[in-house]
């Protein structure tokens, strides 16, 4: 039976269970900790912003609190079973978590924008773009639907239109978005899986004037079955199957890589995927042996054609794909470089430059603003 609350809302006891419990257990675990530690619990004045006193006291409780972990994934599971599908901005989808980036810091992404366009006019070297759609943009079928999602395929869209006659763009969402019952995105993080990175290659590649390999050119290693990403990790809900783990390795003409970091120092690794890593640290970070924001892959292709790439990490998954056409690629990620080191970096070595971000950055990083930086002054070396 449905009573209606004064606000013109319905009330069901079904969803009210879990609320309740979870109230009353909270509260109760609130009083012990009160009672067992409260000489070291905020006191309220009237200089504190009763805000900031909620959040204060909130971090002690879960500091003080037994077993905090256990009770804060308890709270979530029975509030999935009261019908909730979103906390903290990520929702649960089907076996899934899907990272809602929000809506835009509108004066960042103008001044992105315009260094962007500016950019363009002004490189004597071809410039190509890419703005990678985030997972809630196409998994929208693990999104509720009247979610307040921001529309990122009319945003890029936009922008594009913005750079006609002045750049190469390139759309992967239509490719992407056709797909979205594959397994693109990892469940757990906001990455590109293998099969996401071939899909984005394949529409790449052809606007970078090149033959996209076929898929079955590639032999498929599974390095991992149990792989938990960043998503998963910040937040307490634990039904989640883990991830699994692909690298797609190109078996024609005898292909061999060398790749190449520059932290300071140089380091290099002969092969796109320096499995030693697995022990080191993150499962992803043996593609390429991580991002450490400037890494150059050499091949013994001998076509000497050259790219630069600069963007962010959501570019990574797509470069061993493209490394089957490059003699040389270098990747800078500029959330990792400042002013001046931008500016150092040789342009004239590339034939071709590759501005790629995903929309989440350029919509709330100053990164994109620093392509002002890059000196293409002078054109690429034939």
Not at 79 to 100: P, Q, T
Not at 172 to 188: E, G, H, I, M, N
Not at 310 to 325: C, K, M, N, Q, W
């Amino acid at each position: 039976m449905k009573r209606i609350l004064p606000e013109g809302k319905f009330f069901q006891g079904k969803n009210l269970f879990p609320g309740m419990v979870l109230a009353v257990l909270l509260g109760s675990v609130g009083i012990w900790a009160l009672i067992t530690d409260g000489g070291n619990f905020p006191k309220f004045n009237r200089y504190y912003h009763l805000s900031d006193y909620l959040s204060e006291f909130e971090h002690k409780m879960a500091e003080s609190i037994p077993f905090a972990d256990e009770l804060s994934s308890l709270a979530v599971e029975l509030k999935i079973k009261g019908g909730a599908r979103e906390f903290d901005h990520i929702f649960i989808g089907d076996d899934i978590l899907v990272e809602d980036i929000g809506y835009p810091d509108e004066e960042q992404t103008a001044r992105n924008t315009q260094a962007l366009v500016h950019f363009a006019e002004n490189s004597r070297i071809p410039v190509y773009v890419q703005l990678l759609p985030t997972k809630c943009a196409i998994k929208q079928n693990e999104v509720p639907q009247a979610a307040p999602l921001f529309n990122q395929k009319q945003f890029i869209e936009q922008t594009y239109n913005q750079l006609l006659g002045k750049a190469t763009v390139v759309d992967v969402y239509p490719a992407l978005f056709s797909k979205l019952d594959q397994d693109l995105y990892y469940r757990t993080s906001p990455d590109l899986t293998a099969l996401g990175g071939y899909t984005v290659y394949e529409v790449l590649a052809q606007r970078l004037d090149n033959t996209p390999k076929p898929q079955e050119d590639f032999d498929i290693q599974y390095i991992s079955h149990s792989y938990y990403g960043e998503t998963y990790q910040r937040w307490p809900y634990r039904d989640i199957m883990p991830d699994i783990v692909a690298l797609y390795h190109y078996q024609k003409n005898n292909r061999m890589y060398t790749v190449t970091h520059n932290e300071g120092y140089q380091y290099s690794y002969q092969t796109l995927y320096p499995e030693q890593l697995l022990e080191l640290g993150d499962d992803l970070d043996v593609l390429l042996g991580g991002n450490t924001g400037d890494i150059t892959i050499r091949s013994n292709l001998r076509n000497e054609n050259t790219l630069l790439i600069v963007g962010d990490e959501s570019i990574l998954p797509t470069i061993p794909f493209l490394a089957s056409h490059y003699s040389q690629i270098r990747f800078i990620d500029t959330k990792q470089f400042g002013k001046g080191e931008i500016k150092q970096i040789d342009c004239a070595n590339y034939q071709r430059i590759l501005i790629a971000y995903s929309v989440d950055t350029f919509l709330h990083d100053d990164a994109p603003e620093r392509i002002a930086f890059l000196d293409t002054s002078k054109p690429a070396e034939e």
